[in-house]
């Protein structure tokens, strides 16, 4: 049995406590604050990021960071990517150097173009960092459908150790030495995953989403080789595989998001009828940017910032799409 730190009560945190508590750990889950933890606790269930899934009594609810660290193996941080630095920030006072910190979260921070990995590094450079990253929604976790994912560290035994740790019936873990590229999937593939959402809300067909999911994932290997990651890592579970299941799920919160946009919604209004975190717009920024830097060509990113920052319409950028000129596909 192993002490388990969430920090993080919101769909993909409990998930993931659950399959660990499922295991025999001793879990606890840190939550952002006394509405979130007394709403768990009233309900024992996350009304709006996992509903109609029960949390056992066992599982403990806190705000208390001390309390929620202390004495822990493993430490999953659960919290969007936005929040990566400043939650590392708050978790560094209380922090062993001995407790393995699990990245879930799939993003790039905005003001320093930095993999989440780095920034957790950089604020606690004594710890070993595990990413774990692949095609997983929350909501198919905690109902133990099967789901496979990939995990990656600097630090290889610490990856054995997390895959290990979360192996189970429904639950099956690969590891890959690839951090870069095991980032780079996860962050950039709801980028297209908000392209693939505004194709489904303007009645575009099947061909349309294949073309947009077969050329985004040669735009994610660009960017990510070019970064150091490898090729093969992109035809993976972090790669296309994450990319498929977020552009096509009714599930996923970027899909959803490009569905509104591509019905009409300003971006504003999307992110308020979605009323959860929508990875996929700040990772945008982030993805332009990380194109100009390293001068990628990058054309369907570049359609959705325009669409979210530069107020060019939907029809508009897919018209660019479609008229850009004459080339080899290879």
């Known amino acids: 049995m192993k002490n388990i730190a969430v920090i993080g009560a919101g769909g993909w945190g409990l998930a993931l406590a659950l399959l660990l508590n499922e295991k025999g750990n001793n879990v606890t889950i840190w939550c952002y604050d006394e509405v979130e933890k007394n709403m768990i606790l009233q309900h024992r269930e996350n009304k709006r990021c996992l509903p109609g899934i029960k949390l056992p009594i066992e599982m403990a609810f806190l705000t208390n960071m001390d309390e929620v660290l202390r004495d ?65 929604h929350a909501e198919e976790v905690a109902r133990h459908v099967p789901t496979t994912v990939a995990v990656s560290s600097l630090d290889e035994a610490s990856s054995e150790f997390i895959q290990e740790l979360f192996m189970s019936h429904y639950f099956r873990v690969y590891t890959n030495d690839d951090l870069i590229g095991i980032e780079m999937g996860g962050a950039l593939k709801n980028v297209i995953a908000l392209a693939a959402g505004v194709i489904e809300g303007m009645n575009y067909g099947d061909n349309t989403k294949a073309a947009l999911i077969t050329r985004g994932i040669a735009e994610i290997t660009r960017l990510g080789v070019a970064m150091g990651g490898k090729a093969s890592t992109f035809a993976g ?41 929508v990875e996929g717009v700040p990772t945008a920024k982030a993805a332009h940017a990380l194109m100009l830097k390293y001068a990628i060509e990058m054309p369907i990113i570049e359609a959705v910032y325009q669409a979210l920052f530069e107020n060019k319409s939907t029809a508009e950028a897919i018209t660019m799409l479609m008229q850009r000129d004459k080339k080899s596909e290879l």
Request: proline share 4%; aromatic share 2%; glycine share 8%.
């Open 237 to 277: 579970l972090a790669g296309i595989g994450d990319l498929i299941v977020t552009c096509t799920s009714g599930h996923s919160r970027n899909r959803r998001a490009g569905e509104l946009l591509g019905q009409g919604y300003t971006i504003d209004e999307a992110l308020k009828k979605v009323n959860m975190v």
């Open 72 to 136: 822990k193996d493993v430490a999953i941080l659960a919290v969007p990517s936005k929040a990566i630095r400043t939650t590392a920030e708050l978790m560094k006072p209380y922090l062993s150097k001995d407790t393995i910190i699990v990245n879930v979260s799939k993003g790039i921070e905005n003001e320093t173009l930095m993999r989440l990995s780095e920034v957790i590094n950089e604020v606690l450079p004594e710890n070993k960092v595990v990413v774990l990253s692949g095609p997983s």
